[in-house]
């Protein structure tokens, strides 16, 4: 999300986005990417791919 965005959204100041971003960092809650933006971190569990060892198992069959 782009901090003009932030800033209008929330009504904060620059310095005010520029923080919450920071700790967001920090946390492990988003990562940036350079010349991309930032984006929120996978979370372990959260049905992306490569959590569960056979993602087609528990359908094998159901047809």
Sequence with gaps: MEM???MQEFGIARMT???VMKALRAEGIIYT???LGSFVSPREG???AG???DPAGSMAGTE
Excluded: W
Aim: glycine content about 14%.
């Design 51 to 53: 959590d569960d060892p």
């Design 17 to 19: 986005a520029h923080k």
């Design 46 to 48: 959260d049905g992306a």
């Design 33 to 35: 990417v350079r010349g």
């Design 4 to 6: 003009s965005i932030l």
